[in-house]
């Protein structure tokens, strides 16, 4: 016996399954991240051919059985028709969907990331504060929503507030001038990074406001480029894990 459920969530990836079927990957508001089978979802007439894409986001009706969901019909509110359009915008789209999809779980509350992924998505097809400045704070809002979240407003050491010091990726954020000049506080290979006042300013912002007033203000080159590197550097640490979409990114021409 078989329930149907509605749950409201995104496409995050799809694939094929035998000759004409697909399942798709959905993060949900409900139900955090589920799997469901689409049948015949690769026919020319399927009513799923055009909403099982990456990407496509509304509200998704499903049999659930005992151990997997089936497709039974959707509503889309949104597909990004402008992320399809660039391969540069298809690949951050990509990007951000495999992430969520690698730190979510099924049964876990995952509205927050759900968001995220919209409001990331969202500001990528208009490009009003441009690619990189979007990647940077869906990238660093992401590791705050995973709870690996760099301390920022406070010395990971003395607890100082307001301290003014230097960024280590290995102890979690900010060390105060007084702290970092003590030599048994600090890990192996554990480099200092002296960030700009814009650069503390923009990890700060982002770590207290919510997805959807993240992408509300614009950052110099500079600022784009230190947070940049910090970035991967903080990714290799915490999340050690080969994005494929983010190899494929890294080697596509800006503008393609």
Known sequence: MTDRITVMGMVLSVMPVGEYDRR???????????????????RQNSPFLAC???????????????????LSSVEVGNFFPELRGSVEFTFYGL????????????GNDEREILKLLYQSLRALSH??????????????????????????????????E??????RVRAGGLVCAACAEKPE????????YRLSEGAWYALRFIASTP?????????????????????AAYRGEYLRHAFHSLELLENVPVGT
């Open 185 to 192: 506080r600090r890990a192996a290979n554990d480099p200092d």
């Open 211 to 231: 997805p959807e007033r993240l992408f509300t203000f614009t950052l110099t080159d500079e600022v784009q480029r230190e947070l940049c590197e910090l970035a």
């Open 52 to 70: 099982s894409q990456p990407f496509v986001s509304g509200t998704f009706t499903l049999f659930e059985g005992r151990t997997s969901y089936t």
């Open 24 to 42: 798709l990957v959905i993060l949900t508001k409900e139900r955090g991240k589920i799997s469901a089978f689409a049948k015949g979802a690769r």
């Open 127 to 160: 490009a009003k504060i441009g690619v990189r400045l979007t990647r940077l704070i869906f990238e660093w809002k992401m590791f705050y929503l995973n709870g690996e979240g760099p301390q920022v407003t406070s010395c990971v050491h003395c607890r100082k």
């Open 162 to 167: 307001g301290a003014e010091g230097v960024f």
């Open 95 to 106: 990007y951000f969907c495999e992430v969520a999809d690698y730190l979510t779980s099924e």
